[in-house]
C-alpha cells in the first residue's frame, strides 16, 4: 500500500487478545468481547467504517490509528497536529479529522488512507467537533472561554468555502455538534462542561444559515455535558452529561422533559446511535460497575459490559451493520497503553 503524507502503515498486525467479562443483561448475553492495546497513551473519538476503524489520539498526539473490524491493527495517520473528532461521510469512504492544534480538518480517504484535502477553519479557532449535513461540514470551534461557535465548510463548492460565527449563541467551549443522517435541516448543539448543561436546536436554512429553534429547560439536560447524539430523522435528542446517573433522549421539538432514560450508573461519558436509531450504546465511568450498555429505545437493557479502564467521553461507535460497539479507554495516568475494545453484541 502506498501512503503518502499523514499515513504511515504499521508492518504488523496485531490480534486482539486481551479479553474483558460480559455481563449477560435481561436479554441474551453478547459474545466475549476483545480488547486491543493501542500506541497512543489517550483516545479522543472513534468511528468505524465497517471494515476498518479510526481512533484518534488527541491534542497531546500526533496519530490517528487504523484497525480493522475485528480490532487488529492496520496503520496509522500520522503527523497530525492533535486529532480530536472524528467523522465519516454518508458513504464511508471519507473520513475528516478535527485538527485543533493546526485550525484545520483533514479529510482522508478511508481505503488508500491518502489525505485528499485539507481545510483551514481561519478564525474558527481550535476546531474540535465535527457534523455533516449534505453539503456542509460543520466543525464546533473555540480555544477560550466564551469564545465558542459553529463554522462550516460549504464542500459543494469549488474551492469550498468557509464561514464562522454561525449560531447567534457564544459558547464557554467548543460546542460539541450532532446531524440527523435522514434530515439535513437540522443541527444540535451542546455546551460541555457547565452546570447546569445546555442544548441548542438549529434549524439550517437556505445557504446553511443557521436559525436557533430552542433550548433546554433550565437543569432539563442536568450538568457536565460529556455527549450528545441526534436519531437518523432529527426528532429525538440524546445526552450523556455527569449527572443525573442515566442517559437521557429529549423530543427535538420540545427539550423540556425526558421521552426516555437509559440506566447507566454514575458518570454518563458517551452515547451513540446504530446505523437504524433502533439502538443505543451508552456509556459511563461507574468505578466496579459495567461501563458500557446496548439498549433498545424503549430503554429495555440488550446487553453489558465491563471495560475494566476508563472510557473516553464520546467514546462509543457502532459498526454500520450493528453487530458490534466499539469502545475506547485509557489510563488517565498514562500508564498503560489506550485500548480500543470490540464489543460485539446480540442481534435483535
Not at 493501542?38 to 468511528?47: C, F, I, N, S, Y
Not at 478535527?98 to 481550535?126: H, K, M, Q
Not at 464546533?140 to 464562522?164: E, F, H, K, M, V
Not at 426516555?260 to 460497575?289: K, M, Q
Amino acid at each position: 500500500m502506498q501512503i503518502r503524507r499523514g499515513a504511515t502503515v504499521a508492518l504488523a498486525a496485531l490480534t486482539a487478545g486481551l479479553l474483558t467479562g460480559a455481563f449477560p443483561g435481561p436479554a441474551v448475553a453478547a459474545a466475549t468481547p476483545t480488547a486491543t492495546p493501542l500506541p497512543l497513551t489517550q483516545v479522543a473519538d472513534v468511528v468505524s467504517a465497517g471494515d476498518r476503524v479510526f481512533v484518534s489520539g488527541g491534542r497531546s498526539s500526533t496519530d490517528v490509528v487504523v484497525t480493522s473490524a475485528t480490532g487488529a491493527l492496520v496503520g496509522t495517520l500520522a503527523d497530525l497536529p492533535g486529532p480530536t473528532d472524528l467523522l465519516l461521510s454518508a458513504d464511508r469512504q471519507t473520513l475528516y479529522v478535527a485538527l485543533p492544534n493546526a485550525n484545520a480538518i483533514a479529510a482522508f480517504d478511508t481505503g488508500s488512507l491518502i489525505e485528499s484535502a485539507r481545510y483551514d477553519t481561519g478564525v474558527g479557532e481550535c476546531p474540535s467537533s465535527l457534523a455533516l449535513t449534505g453539503r456542509y461540514l460543520w466543525f464546533g470551534y473555540g480555544c477560550d472561554q466564551w469564545g465558542g461557535n459553529i463554522g462550516r465548510i460549504d464542500l459543494g463548492r469549488q474551492p469550498a468555502r468557509l464561514s464562522t460565527g454561525a449560531a447567534s449563541e457564544d459558547f464557554y467551549y467548543a460546542p460539541l455538534l450532532a446531524a440527523a443522517s435522514q434530515n439535513r435541516t437540522v443541527l444540535l448543539a451542546g455546551q460541555p462542561g457547565l452546570s447546569p448543561a445546555s442544548v441548542y436546536a438549529y434549524g439550517i436554512g437556505a445557504g446553511g444559515t443557521l436559525t436557533t429553534l430552542r433550548t433546554n429547560e433550565f437543569s432539563a439536560v442536568g450538568s457536565n455535558l460529556r455527549d450528545v447524539a441526534l436519531d437518523p430523522t432529527g426528532t429525538t435528542l440524546y445526552t450523556a452529561a455527569g449527572s443525573p446517573p442515566l442517559v437521557q433522549a429529549f423530543p427535538f421539538a420540545d427539550i423540556s422533559t425526558p421521552s426516555a432514560t437509559y440506566a447507566t450508573g454514575p458518570y454518563p461519558r458517551a452515547v451513540e446511535l446504530s446505523r437504524t436509531g433502533t439502538r443505543i450504546a451508552a456509556g459511563a465511568d461507574a468505578a466496579y460497575n459495567p461501563d458500557v450498555f446496548v439498549f433498545a429505545e424503549d430503554g429495555t437493557e440488550q446487553a453489558r459490559f465491563e471495560l475494566g479502564d476508563e472510557l473516553s467521553p464520546g467514546g462509543l461507535a457502532w459498526s454500520p451493520n450493528e453487530t458490534r460497539v466499539y469502545a475506547v479507554t485509557s489510563d488517565w495516568t498514562g500508564a498503560r497503553p489506550a485500548t480500543l475494545h470490540v464489543l460485539p453484541v446480540p442481534a435483535t
